[in-house]
């Protein structure tokens, strides 16, 4: 909210009561996300990563705080730092309606995408992802897509995965740092024998390990799991990855132990 009414100057919601505000943010309901003239992309993305309803898929102040320190460093050092254009068509869009939950600017909310899929509703979570994943450079949008494929789901719920349409997305969000994808993108590889075109040509299972283990270095619990149980048996010891039963159950004991808490916190 900080940063939206940094980027605005002015304040969110400011006709409604603390209650009121309290219980459209419970809902996932945010304020309209306009783009402003000459604001830096990468910003708004921040923002709008920042208001993604499940604690999973959302950063954590730290995460946010060095997203913004490094766009402040390319700002410093004058790198190429895209911002948001003007667009006259965007003078015929009334952003004063603050209320409505749908619209983020022409983008559909993500975060009712990601309330359909909780739900088990995934036509209607998939319409929402893909859509915006079209409309928007946002790696939260490509990681949806791409699991989406990976589970089938963008047919409904007992549809065929799709995991070579998948892993363009995934490593798309995977490289950029996305937690979840890195650990699909690394299973995509790992049991599917499939990769992103840019990977098809090298060392996959080196790349997939890479990514799994930067997924578990991030307290992924699936992805402690998977690299546990490859370290426990010794699967890959070319790759450092020698068999060790002490370190791998160990993972395994942290990834149980985060999903625990997880279901506590709920």
Same mark, same amino acid.
């Given at each position: 909210?900080?940063?939206?009414?940094?980027?605005? /100057?002015?304040?969110?919601?400011?006709?409604?009561?603390?209650?009121?505000?309290?219980?459209?943010? @419970?809902?996932?309901?945010?304020?309209?996300?306009?783009?402003?003239?000459?604001?830096?992309?990468?910003?708004?993305?921040?923002?709008?990563?920042?208001?993604? /309803?499940?604690?999973?898929?959302?950063?954590?102040?730290?995460?946010?705080?060095?997203?913004?320190?490094?766009?402040?460093?390319?700002?410093?050092?004058?790198?190429?730092?895209?911002?948001?254009?003007?667009?006259?068509?965007?003078?015929?869009?009334?952003?004063?309606?603050?209320?409505?939950?749908?619209?983020?600017?022409?983008?559909?909310?993500?975060?009712?995408?990601?309330?359909? !899929?909780?739900?088990?509703?995934?036509?209607?979570?998939?319409?929402?992802?893909?859509?915006?994943?079209?409309?928007?450079?946002?790696?939260?949008?490509?990681?949806?897509?791409?699991?989406?494929?990976?589970?089938?789901? !963008?047919?409904?719920?007992?549809?065929?995965?799709?995991?070579?349409?998948?892993?363009?997305?995934?490593?798309?969000?995977?490289?950029?740092?996305?937690?979840?994808?890195?650990?699909?993108?690394?299973?995509?590889?790992?049991?599917?024998?499939?990769?992103?075109?840019? /990977?098809?040509?090298?060392?996959?299972?080196?790349?997939?390990?890479?990514?799994?283990?930067?997924?578990?270095?991030?307290? /992924?619990?699936?992805?402690?799991?998977? @690299?546990?149980?490859?370290?426990?048996?010794?699967?890959?010891?070319?790759?450092?990855?020698?068999?060790?039963?002490?370190?791998?159950?160990?993972?395994?004991?942290?990834?149980?132990?985060?999903?625990?808490?997880?279901?506590?916190?709920?």
């Amino acid at each position: 909210m900080v940063l939206w009414e940094i980027q605005h /100057h002015k304040l969110p919601y400011k006709k409604l009561t603390s209650k009121e505000i309290s219980e459209k943010i @419970l809902k996932g309901e945010y304020p309209t996300q306009k783009p402003v003239h000459g604001t830096p992309v990468e910003f708004q993305n921040i923002i709008e990563s920042a208001w993604v /309803h499940d604690p999973e898929e959302r950063p954590n102040m730290e995460k946010l705080y060095n997203k913004l320190d490094k766009l402040n460093s390319k700002n410093l050092l004058n790198k190429n730092v895209e911002l948001i254009s003007y667009n006259k068509e965007e003078e015929s869009i009334d952003y004063e309606d603050l209320d409505s939950p749908k619209i983020i600017g022409k983008i559909p909310d993500i975060a009712r995408g990601i309330k359909y !899929h909780q739900n088990k509703q995934y036509k209607k979570a998939w319409k929402i992802f893909e859509e915006y994943e079209s409309k928007s450079n946002d790696i939260n949008g490509k990681y949806w897509v791409g699991y989406y494929y990976l589970k089938g789901w !963008h047919e409904g719920t007992k549809g065929t995965p799709n995991s070579r349409a998948s892993v363009s997305f995934l490593k798309s969000a995977a490289e950029s740092g996305h937690t979840n994808a890195q650990y699909y993108y690394a299973l995509a590889i790992i049991n599917y024998g499939v990769a992103a075109r840019e /990977h098809r040509d090298k060392d996959r299972t080196k790349i997939a390990l890479e990514y799994l283990k930067s997924s578990a270095k991030q307290d /992924h619990p699936d992805a402690l799991k998977m @690299l546990g149980g490859i370290i426990n048996k010794g699967k890959y010891p070319r790759y450092g990855l020698s068999k060790d039963v002490m370190i791998g159950k160990a993972m395994i004991e942290k990834s149980r132990n985060l999903r625990i808490r997880s279901c506590y916190s709920i």
